[in-house]
């Protein structure tokens, strides 16, 4: 072997060897005055591998201070001493174990609520905790104290001494005697966010006590309006006067623009026959919050709706806002009937909502004197309603945005025609709940359901149900009732975050009090709903028959309808 290959061999053995031992590793035994006091160290499961000395030295402090948290506050470190070029041995005295400690307090600084957070053991001037417990109790009460306009309260502890394994002690609350409240709330990023939402929906006002922590319970509500969005958590500026609250918003693209097309086959004509929809919603375009919403239907079955309807909420900075709503059915040649409403609402907070206000609703007869039939005829109706709303969306999911909806309402009133003048009530529901079973499994279940009560009934004032909205593979509003309930419900998979697909099964029940009939209904079907940069397009194919008529191909229905933001 020549000199050269010899040296470059020292060489390579020699840096081997130099790595191996730099990285070789410092084992830490910890150990006490007897074996017990050996198992509580090791019951602790400290860490026994370390690359250098200073980190085995932190870790006997961090043990050092586990075992004061347990009630060993007399324990003592001797010296680590080095046992061989791996090995570190450091032994700990644990001595006393104080098991609990008595704090005396004064009720002008901690109110019995908040004791009652930390200690089941709570007398006239003092409170019993078991030691363990001891340090998360005083975050939990310096916390509370916090909240109720002490941000920068600070606790500690004097007096103290020793009886027996108990410990007592005075509970000191250094705090400022003035408590901080909210003197001024900039908005930025959105600056021209309507100010009666801060006020009357997250119900944030200047000169309220600052609470941080509710701050940021109240704020995450912004996430439940559909046109701003919270880009970050709120900052607080204090100064030795004031308290300024930063709240960081964007405006979202809240307009939606909603269609369908539907289409299939007449069962005396066999041709096919389309119908379909345009739902126009403007939301927050005066940033005021306000929404517009403009509807146009038509029916397979010669029927038209147009529905103009808008919302102001919070008038005047008032918590209470108002609904206005004109609606316009055609149904062919046949009949007019035309609704006006207005209504009052009230934000109890984001999540619930209520209404009470006027439905008027005008029908005219549109068929000739020599034409005309008893069950369509003229009539006025007033009504006077009530509602009540839960809504809980969900912000970040584009392809199923709400969570869970109630809406329960009622209305009680006289309906006068040439014949009679009498008393009516009507009752409305609509639910559904979506049941996250995974990331991609989910069911989704909605109740629908109307009734008007009254002596007697005309036709042209029964209630119009089928459809898309309502009992899929069923003609639009082609079901007149007096009472109908409908179940829909779904199996949906989630492909990727813009691709679903689901089944179709939905049942329903009316009656009909004019014909003395009552029927059974079903559908079945499937549908995908596909999130593209135009918005979300859903596809669904279903067919609908009723309980006693077999099985028809040819009556299903094919609905297509794309729902646009912007």
């Given at each position: 072997m020549s000199v050269q290959k010899t040296l470059l061999l020292l060489i390579i053995i020699y840096i081997l060897f130099s790595f191996e031992g730099f990285c070789q590793n410092l084992n830490l035994t910890i150990s006490g005055k007897t074996k017990e006091e050996t198992k509580i160290i090791d019951s602790l499961q400290y860490n026994k591998i370390h690359t250098d000395f200073n980190s085995i030295k932190n870790e006997v402090n961090t043990v050092q201070n586990q075992l004061f948290k347990l009630g060993f506050i007399e324990n003592e470190i001797r010296e680590t001493q080095k046992i061989n070029d791996s090995s570190f041995l450091s032994k700990i005295l644990l001595n006393k174990k104080f098991n609990s400690i008595t704090i005396y307090y004064n009720n002008n600084d901690i109110d019995l609520s908040t004791l009652k957070l930390v200690s089941e053991n709570i007398y006239e001037n003092n409170f019993k905790l078991d030691f363990s417990e001891a340090e998360n109790a005083f975050n939990v009460i310096n916390s509370e104290i916090s909240k109720k306009g002490s941000p920068f309260s600070k606790l500690k502890l004097s007096n103290i001494t020793i009886e027996g394994s108990n410990l007592k002690a005075s509970l000191i609350v250094d705090s400022p005697k003035k408590k901080r409240s909210i003197n001024n709330i900039v908005i930025k990023g959105y600056e021209k966010f309507?100010?009666?939402?801060?006020?009357?929906?997250?119900?944030?006002?200047?000169?309220?006590?600052?609470?941080?922590?509710?701050?940021?319970?109240?704020?995450?509500?912004?996430?439940?309006?559909?046109?701003?969005?919270?880009?970050?958590?709120?900052?607080?500026?204090?100064?030795?006067?004031?308290?300024?609250?930063?709240?960081?918003?964007?405006?979202?693209?809240?307009?939606?623009?909603?269609?369908?097309?539907?289409?299939?086959t007449n069962e005396d004509t066999n041709k096919i026959e389309f119908d379909g929809y345009l739902n126009l919603n403007l939301i927050n375009n005066l940033?005021?919050?306000?929404?517009?919403?403009?509807?146009?239907?038509?029916?397979?079955?010669d029927q038209q709706t147009f529905e103009v309807g808008i919302s102001l909420p919070y008038l005047f900075k008032t918590p209470i806002g108002a609904d206005l709503l004109l609606r316009i059915f055609k149904k062919d040649t046949t009949f007019t009937t035309v609704n006006q409403s207005a209504r009052l609402h009230y934000q109890i907070n984001s999540n619930h909502k209520v209404y009470g206000g006027i439905i008027a609703t005008?029908?005219?007869?549109?068929?000739?004197?020599?034409?005309?039939?008893?069950?369509?005829?003229?009539?006025?109706?007033?009504?006077?309603?009530?509602?009540?709303?839960?809504?809980?969306?969900?912000?970040?999911?584009?392809?199923?945005?709400?969570?869970?909806?109630?809406?329960?309402?009622?209305?009680?009133?006289?309906?006068?025609?040439?014949?009679?003048?009498?008393?009516?009530?009507?009752?409305?529901?609509?639910?559904?709940?979506?049941?996250?079973?995974?990331?991609?499994?989910?069911?989704?279940?909605?109740?629908?359901?109307?009734?008007?009560?009254?002596?007697?009934?005309?036709?042209?004032?029964?209630?119009?149900?089928?459809?898309?909205?309502?009992?899929?593979?069923?003609?639009?509003?082609?079901?007149?009732?007096?009472?109908?309930?409908?179940?829909?419900?779904?199996?949906?998979?989630?492909l990727n975050r813009n691709i679903y697909i689901h089944s179709i099964f939905d049942a329903g029940y009316f009656e009909n009090k004019i014909q003395s009939s009552k029927e059974k209904l079903f559908g079945y079907g499937f549908g995908f709903g596909i999130l593209t940069k135009s918005g979300l397009l859903r596809f669904n194919y279903a067919n609908g028959k009723n309980e006693n008529i077999k099985f028809k191909l040819s009556n299903s229905k094919i609905h297509l309808s794309l729902t646009t933001n912007f």
């Open positions: 309507p100010q009666s939402y801060i006020k009357h929906f997250l119900k944030i006002k200047q000169n309220q006590i600052f609470n941080l922590d509710l701050i940021n319970k109240k704020t995450e509500a912004l996430n439940n309006l559909n046109f701003a969005n919270e880009i970050k958590t709120p900052e607080v500026l204090f100064t030795k006067d004031s308290t300024t609250l930063y709240l960081y918003l964007e405006k979202a693209n809240s307009n939606t623009f909603d269609g369908f097309l539907g289409f299939g940033n005021f919050g306000e929404s517009f919403r403009l509807l146009y239907k038509s029916d397979e079955i005008e029908s005219n007869n549109l068929l000739s004197e020599t034409n005309t039939t008893p069950i369509i005829s003229d009539y006025k109706t007033q009504h006077l309603t009530f509602a009540y709303q839960f809504l809980k969306p969900q912000p970040n999911n584009f392809l199923f945005p709400i969570k869970s909806k109630l809406y329960v309402e009622t209305g009680f009133g006289t309906r006068e025609s040439a014949l009679s003048a009498e008393k009516q009530s009507q009752y409305t529901i609509d639910a559904l709940k979506i049941i996250t079973l995974n990331k991609k499994n989910s069911l989704y279940f909605r109740i629908n359901g109307s009734s008007l009560i009254s002596d007697t009934y005309f036709e042209n004032e029964l209630l119009r149900f089928g459809g898309i909205n309502s009992i899929r593979g069923f003609e639009e509003n082609s079901l007149f009732a007096s009472l109908f309930g409908t179940l829909n419900t779904e199996y949906r998979f989630q």
